[in-house]
């Protein structure tokens, strides 16, 4: 079962290899640049293409960004989903890196991209993907200095995601409630399936090793602790956390602790099934009047509490593809049926609202320094994947 | 804090390897450093700058760590061309290795690991043993993996110097991220190894899981793949593990999520109590429904895993159907993984839902994707009876829309459902005959015709319609040709004008059985077919468990065992120096899309092959067609398959093989060959010497009709062959594409052309022992009466020589590996008699009874089968087990 990649292959948008590192040496540039080119060629555009392909003995993992393909290759039976997902990784890195990850980018930085991909894998294994951490030891140029003299502590802790010594003068948390409502509703008007998406965003400005406890509305929590629930609970589906939480202590007792990374990160994500009323209605109906004229009826409806304001809405209507046929004296369009009716799609935010319902009860910050951290919450819910299918 | 390296790119065209040179010598740091870059960049370009390496080289004692890191660099790609020069380098490797900054260390020993050149390993093996035991942990993390790197360029001396003992003491090593490197170096090495290396004991087990609270998410995911090959030693252990990993559900990477998923599956395989397995399975559902949510390409992979995860515990997203529904701006890949979840989860309490979602896809724009929707209907029509009607009128529903590859789907489907259903749903008839004249596919035309062939009693005016199709007969592809004959047949009606062998022979044996004997006639044509069914929960038992082992890595992103794909080759000293036991350890190519079914399990796609594409495979690239005019084949039908060409190589080792054609016959080619079963799959395992004085490409092959109608499953795949030098390549073959008429007999004649030679013509021959399917035990009754049903005429027997039984056991065991079954024994006086049973493709059974006296030469083998004429090809088989 264990399996490493190959190499790591950096390309321009025709397959290209752009700059590669050479894991293992059984996969050369110019059999992964053959390969890939053609593919490309033949594919016309990598969307529909399956990001896992076999080719002469070597699979190929490949992700898009920008006008850069991040590409894996391998011999062995290697960890698909690790591989991938460490490719969204090196994105993350090289935009913290280079703001933007693009051709020209990666030009202008290949020396840091040697380094860093040095770095991040090891023989084909993800090691380190701290972009934060690994900017404290591979600099750019205009930041280098002459000689780092041991890689942070963080690289190998057991919090590998925060340096020591970090210091601020004001100490302060901000944290994000951010609720992405999805769903879909079919065209007779039934809500085929709806879910919402949370995510705490937290930005942490704190000096020094910071011990944060965080607690939420959880029901199974409050429960646990004997407390009423009534009305205000929340029952969470399913819970992803930042690798900084204590999964163990969770699973135990429901307590959120963590030591924070610095700076902007996903504390955790939650999702929710429960079937919820759409928060914006919209109804569509669409008249064929001529072959050269037709009228759509968009009625928008919002169904939130009056106290709420729903901001920055939108309302995308599908397109249609009208094909005219110039002959004088008249003009006519041919009777096209639209190819694909393509959803309504909805955008809004609400601000100061969750649909869950859930609240923040306390975040608590210690830090051996004894400092008090002043952390500031605000909640927003707003359209994720909101479709409406039309007639 | 963008960087301008952009302008090392640049440099003057004329003499720029000697201006670099001269950078290179520089009496200025920042001017040398400036030409490594530059150097750099040319490499990165692909330029060879190889011919710089001594002043590469020059540069490499320094105190900056960033030049020194682009020297190291330079070396990993370019000590092998200049591995003389290389050693030049050692020096400076091992003073950094003891270098006080741990970055320096690290680096050094992480390169020389790299550099796959023998003097360079010699020198890394004291630096390494320093390394793993360094003070500071970066360093002992990057010496662990050094061992895996150590380990695949030379094993021996990676066990002569302990390194594999100092592995195992970094398991208990106090860092977290030394502990997770060193079992992923462990795990590989076990992988690579036959001999135990890396055994988990409980003891290991506790560490391990306790160092999963601490290591790095990539570390999580090390320990958790190489954890679920530990089998817990009762329900009460493996529930212990459970708990401990369950909370690596809640992780935000989706890799250490599957990973524990597919721990957590394995380890439920021992838990007994159900309420136990009904909680995980509740605790397993929200993580996978969430996966849902990641990134495109992670869905994927996550969706090939639920897709295993459902066919074993279908509880688990029972409820969850929803979540599959195609998002309007999902990637067509992951709509089209959705949707055969969908199919697994379709139930009659969920169908009518799902009814309309498919109805909904069906009018979408990709067409890949609306026929693979129209198509799910019918899978769901046959899959869940109660719902078949509905799943009809969707069909007819979609029929009138009108859209042409719609209709011509939802009409092979419901072919499909007529076979299932026989004689229930025939009202719909009228309304397909509508859309007869928009049919031009051959799949959906010989669908239509089917089913007036079949239903032709209840159809007026079947006669008129099938008429229609008959003008245009000889322009019809075989497929609709042969369904057209079998449907006329029916109508009374088959007198045709053909070039195609097979469709004249078929059309003469209707005609003449029509002619002396309606009633016959009207038996075979009209003959029950076999029933269709749901195939849905596709894969057997046992490859699901494998599959299942394997959650997260490509094997379950491919459905296939990790073994079918796997082409790692050990190290090129190792391949040219000793012969690999059993062919093992080198891997092929598997290149076969031949026997890619449409039933949802892709097989590993090829570059030539997309994934989705329904049932037809492309055609092969650039046909030969001067090749097939000297074989004299047809070149139509199933022939497509048998033209190849050369893409890239593949290299592979194995055992000698039997030379074929001798350099002397071959003005200076040699091939050797030999037909090989692995894993269930034939492959023609094939070598090519060059003794000529040129190199030699373009190598095609192609193989004459035989008896199995054995014909290559793909590409051949040969490199350019030097002068002096031979390749080896593993065919993967298909069977019955070319049938030769006439008996059984175990002829192959095969042609190989390449770009500079002439067709060379050698025969080989075809050897029972690779048809012999994995499937071929049989149940001791099941043997009793096959034995008993087939008449005393298909009994033949033969006396073989010159081989004697010494232990019966050790025969059976003997016969094993080549399918050959044991069933039962008995003793007749002095004589053992063995019963066994074997089978070929398509089904034919070989019941085979043994007799012999231990320690005597002289065996009586006696066999029945339905298929007698095969006899001699089956103890020509059997003598070759026994003596070799």
Known sequence: MAGAASALFLLDIKGRVLVWRDYRGDVSALQAERFFTKFLEKEGDSDSQDPVVYDNGVTYMFIQHNNVYLMTASRQNCNAASLLLFLHRVVDVFKHYFEELEEESLRDNFVVVYELLDEMMDFGYPQYTEAKILSEFIKTDAYRMEVSQRPPMAVTNAVSWRSEGIHYKKNEVFLDVVESVNILVNSNGQIVRSEVVGALKMRTYLSGMPECKLGLNDRVLLEAQGRSTKGKAIDLDDIKFHQCVRLARFENDRTISFVPPDGAFDLMTYRLSTQVKPLIWVEAQIERHSRSRMEIMVKARSQFKERSTATNVEIELPEYMLRAEFSLPSITAEDIVPERKAPIRVKFEIPYFTVSGIQVRYLKIIEKSGYQALPWVRYITMAGEYELRVM | ?884
């Open chain 2, 1 to 884: 804090m963008s960087g301008h390296d952009s302008k090392y790119f640049s440099t003057t065209k004329k003499g720029e390897i000697p201006e670099l040179k001269e950078e290179l010598n520089s009496q200025y740091k920042d001017k040398r450093k400036d030409a490594v870059k530059k150097v750099i960049a040319a490499m990165t370009v692909g330029k060879d700058v190889s011919s710089l390496f001594t002043d590469v080289l020059n540069c490499m004692q320094t105190e900056n760590l960033e030049l020194k890191k682009l020297v190291y660099l330079y070396l990993i790609n370019y000590a092998k061309s200049q591995p003389d020069l290389a050693i030049l380098a050692v020096n400076t490797f091992v003073k950094d290795t003891q270098d006080p900054n741990p970055l320096i260390r690290a680096l050094a020993v992480r390169t020389m690991g790299c550099i796959r050149v023998d003097k360079i390993t010699e020198y890394l093996c004291d630096p390494l043993q320093r390394c793993l035991k360094d003070d500071d942990p970066y360093v002992r993390k990057t010496a662990a993996i050094c061992v895996a790197k150590l380990y695949d360029i030379n094993a021996e001396l990676v066990e002569d110097r302990g390194f594999l003992d100092a592995l195992k003491d970094l398991i208990s090593d106090n860092n977290p991220m030394v502990v997770a490197n060193a079992v992923a170096a462990l795990a590989e090495i076990q992988d690579n190894s036959s001999t135990p290396i890396f055994e988990i004991t409980s003891h290991t087990l506790s560490k391990l899981l306790t160092a999963l609270n601490e290591c790095t998410e990539w570390g999580q995911v090390f320990i958790l793949d190489a954890l679920s090959k530990y089998k817990a030693a009762d329900a009460r252990e493996a529930e212990n593990i459970v708990e401990r990993v369950t909370p690596r559900l809640q992780h935000a990477n989706c890799a250490v999520v599957l990973s524990a998923v597919k721990m957590i599956l394995q380890q439920m395989e021992l838990i007994t109590s159900p309420d136990v397995v009904r909680n995980l399975c509740k605790k397993m559902a929200p993580p996978l429904v969430t996966l849902l949510s990641a990134e495109p390409e992670i869905q994927y992979v996550a969706l090939r895993n639920i897709n295993l995860i459902v066919q074993r515990r279908p509880t688990i997203l029972a409820h969850e159907i929803k979540v599959f529904f195609c998002k309007y701006n999902d990637p067509i890949y992951v709509k089209m993984e959705k949707l055969e979840i969908m199919i697994k989860l379709a139930s009659d309490r969920n169908i009518d839902q799902v009814l309309l979602e498919f109805k909904e896809y069906a009018t979408e724009v990709d067409v890949d994707f609306v026929r693979k929707a129209v198509r799910a209907i019918g899978r769901c029509a046959i899959k869940l009876e109660r719902a078949a009607e509905r799943c009809i009128s969707v069909l007819l529903e979609l029929i009138k829309i009108k859209v042409n590859y719609v209709v011509q789907e939802a009409i092979i489907v419901i072919k499909d459902i007529f076979r299932r259903y026989p004689n229930t749903y025939e009202s719909i008839i009228a309304t397909l005959c509508e859309s007869l004249d928009t049919l031009d596919e051959p799949e959906a035309k010989a669908s239509m015709i089917w089913i007036i062939g079949e239903y032709a009693e209840r159809i007026d005016n079947a006669d008129e319609l099938l008429e229609s199709f008959l003008e245009s007969f000889p322009e019809e592809p075989a497929q609709v040709q042969l369904q057209l004959l079998t449907a006329t047949v029916v109508l009374n009606n088959a007198t045709v004008e053909t070039d195609n062998p097979d469709l004249r022979d078929r059309a003469y044996i209707y005609w003449r059985l029509l002619s002396t004997d309606p009633e016959a006639a009207k038996d075979v044509v009209l003959a029950e077919k076999p029933v269709i069914s749901d195939d849905s929960n596709q894969f057997d038992s046992s490859l699901l468990d494998e599959l299942l082992a394997n959650i997260a890595t490509l094997s379950s992103v491919y459905h296939k065992p990790p073994e079918t794909f796997v082409t790692r080759v050990r190290t090129l000293q190792k391949t040219e120096e000793e012969e690999f036991p059993e062919g093992s350890e080198g891997g092929y190519s598997e290149t076969s899309s031949a026997h890619a079914a449409d039933n949802g399990a892709s097989p590993p796609p090829t570059s030539s092959t997309p994934p989705y594409a329904t049932t037809k495979q492309p055609a092969p690239a650039a046909p030969v067609p001067d090749l097939l005019d000297l074989m004299g084949l047809d070149g139509d039908g199933g022939g497509d398959n048998a033209v190849v060409s050369v893409d890239q190589p593949v290299k592979t080792a194995g055992p000698p093989l039997p030379v074929l054609l001798p350099a002397a016959s071959g003005q200076g080619l040699e091939i050797s060959a030999q037909m090989v079963r692995r894993d269930g799959q034939i492959f023609y395992s094939l070598m090519f010497e060059n003794n000529t004085q040129t190199p030699l490409d373009g190598f095609m092959i192609q193989f004459n009709k035989n008896t199995f109608g054995l014909a290559a499953g793909g590409p051949l795949q040969v490199p350019q062959v030097q002068p002096g030098t031979s390749e080896r390549t593993l065919l993967p073959m298909v069977l019955f594409q070319n049938i030769a008429p006439g008996p059984p007999n175990s002829l192959l004649q095969v042609a190989v052309k390449n770009n500079q030679q002439p067709v060379w013509y050698f025969n080989d021959r075809i050897s029972l022992l690779v048809l012999f399917t994995e499937d071929g035990r049989m149940e001791r009754t099941a043997f009793l009466e096959t034995w008993k049903s087939l008449p005393d005429s298909n009994e033949v027997s033969r006396d073989i020589p010159g081989i004697v039984i010494n232990n019966v056991d050790a025969t059976i065991e003997q016969l094993a590996p080549s399918n050959m079954f044991f069933i039962a024994k008995r003793k007749n006086a002095n004589q053992d008699v063995l019963y066994l049973s074997a089978k070929i493709p398509r089904g034919i059974p070989f019941l085979i009874e043994l007799t012999a006296v231990i320690g005597v030469p002289g065996l009586k083998c006696a066999i029945k089968t339905p298929n007698p004429e095969m006899a001699p090809l089956f103890f020509e088989a059997l003598e070759t087990v026994l003596k070799s």
